[in-house]
């Protein structure tokens, strides 16, 4: 049920007021006030708010939507580049995800695997599977095997089911006793 406190804020929100669209943004981003979680109801108010230049709601759009919720990543580029160069992880990962699938125009491989590596530095367990993908697929890498399988190991122990199936075929294939660990952790889950 919504409380009397979103009642005010919907109708403003829906008068154009920016503060109240920043506002009902943050909320359903975060759930709280009646209102359940709703990333997709918060990025349309957040953009909304950001497109009239609210500075924080394009910030909250670049920590805290994921890449998947944004139907045009041109549109809002240069918000998760403002985030990307204060350090969010979120922002990178996304930024990462659309130069990958040229969802971007200005932006190169080189600058996505940059993106990755920043996020899955900061401890993104999503960057850390994609970069680990992305080294194993880079035959002409030098390194890049051993630096993928440490991305994999990062992942997987942050929870990464996709990672810890990567590892124990990994190991598997090489016939090496390491895909054990693996292949528990996995029977373990079940």
């Given amino acids: 049920m919504v ?7 919907l109708l403003d929100a829906r008068a154009g007021d920016l ?15 009646g209102l359940k979680r709703d990333s997709l109801t918060a990025f349309y108010w957040l953009r909304r708010a ?26 809002v580029a240069s918000f998760y580049e403002a985030a990307a160069s204060r350090g969010s992880a979120n922002a990178c990962l996304a930024l990462s995800d659309w130069t990958l699938e040229a969802n971007v125009s200005d932006r190169n491989s080189s600058r996505a695997r940059e993106l990755l590596y ?7 367990r999503k960057a850390q599977l994609r970069l680990a993908m ?18 994999f190991e990062m992942a997987a122990r942050q929870g990464s089911r996709a990672a810890r199936v990567s ?15 693996w292949l528990e952790a996995l029977a373990d889950e079940e």
Avoid: C
Wanted: aromatic letters at 6%.
């Fill in 19 to 33: 503060g109240a669209q920043f506002a009902l943004g943050k909320i359903y981003l975060n759930g709280g006030s």
């Fill in 50 to 75: 950001a497109s009239g230049g609210n500075t924080e709601a394009q910030g909250l759009i670049a920590h805290g939507v994921p890449a998947s919720m944004v139907d045009d990543p041109a549109a």
């Fill in 3 to 9: 409380t009397r406190t979103v009642l005010p804020l």
């Fill in 118 to 124: 920043r996020s899955a530095e900061a401890g993104d």
């Fill in 134 to 151: 992305l080294l194993q697929s880079d035959v002409d890498s030098p390194g890049g095997q051993s630096e993928a399988l440490r991305w």
């Fill in 167 to 181: 590892l124990a075929d990994w190991f598997w294939r090489k016939g090496d006793p390491a895909s054990k660990q």
